[in-house]
């Protein structure tokens, strides 16, 4: 790879690199949005024409992800204020995943969201994940085996530790995770 910076959420999205951010209240959803609008947001120039919205385009986007990711919902047109903290998540990464793209970063997005919601989510992101990069930063270690081929452990912005899931040490990771070394392990 090589070092990347956009100037701005625009360019981005046209380079095809997106983020899950970690705060979805803060910095993802908006409560007072429908379900559709909140997954076609970032690409309402994709789904126009001449300034006028393709509202189906849009409608069929919003249908497709909310039966991939299971969202429970009566209809696309609910507000997303109505909805569990699981299925709001589930919007945010429908949102992303409903666009090609080249690298998909996704930041806690398990984060407050039940166990069934997160296996829906990280089943969806593995199916999803051939000819994209995708990296997901998560705290907890159950959700990196449950959801990573590969695992990097970071400390203090510096790679500390590398795995590969099918073949993983976990006394290694632990130790790595804590940030001490293991007796016995080099």
């Given at each position: 790879?090589?070092?990347?910076?956009?100037?701005?959420?625009?360019?981005?999205?046209?380079?095809?690199?997106?983020?899950?951010?970690?705060?979805?209240?803060?910095?993802?959803?908006?409560?007072?949005?429908?379900?559709?609008?909140?997954?076609?947001?970032?690409?309402?120039?994709?789904?126009?024409?001449?300034?006028?919205?393709?509202?189906?385009?849009?409608?069929?986007?919003?249908?497709?992800?909310?039966?991939?990711?299971?969202?429970?919902?009566?209809?696309?047109?609910?507000?997303?204020?109505?909805?569990s903290g699981g299925n709001q998540q589930k919007v945010m990464v429908a949102r992303w995943m409903s666009?090609?793209?080249?690298?998909?970063?996704?930041d806690e997005p398990f984060q407050g969201v039940d166990i069934s919601a997160r296996r829906d989510i990280?089943?969806?992101?593995?199916?999803?994940?051939?000819?994209?990069?995708?990296?997901?930063?998560?705290?907890?270690?159950?959700?990196?085996?449950?959801?990573?081929?590969?695992?990097?452990?970071?400390?203090?912005?510096?790679?500390?530790?590398?795995?590969?899931?099918?073949?993983?040490?976990?006394?290694?990771?632990?130790?790595?995770?804590?940030?001490?070394?293991?007796?016995?392990?080099?």
């Amino acid at each position: 790879g090589k070092p990347y910076a956009p100037g701005s959420a625009r360019e981005a999205i046209a380079a095809g690199v997106f983020l899950v951010a970690k705060d979805r209240a803060e910095s993802g959803i908006i409560g007072g949005f429908n379900i559709e609008r909140n997954i076609s947001l970032p690409f309402l120039r994709r789904m126009s024409s001449l300034g006028v919205m393709k509202k189906r385009a849009e409608r069929v986007a919003a249908r497709r992800q909310i039966d991939e990711l299971g969202i429970v919902c009566g209809s696309e047109k609910d507000e997303l204020s109505a909805l569990s903290g699981g299925n709001q998540q589930k919007v945010m990464v429908a949102r992303w995943m409903s666009q090609a793209s080249r690298l998909f970063i996704l930041d806690e997005p398990f984060q407050g969201v039940d166990i069934s919601a997160r296996r829906d989510i990280a089943a969806k992101l593995r199916a999803s994940a051939d000819g994209r990069a995708t990296l997901i930063f998560v705290t907890e270690i159950d959700e990196a085996l449950e959801t990573a081929d590969r695992i990097l452990v970071m400390s203090e912005y510096t790679i500390v530790g590398e795995h590969r899931n099918a073949d993983i040490d976990l006394d290694r990771l632990l130790a790595e995770v804590a940030g001490g070394p293991l007796h016995g392990v080099a």
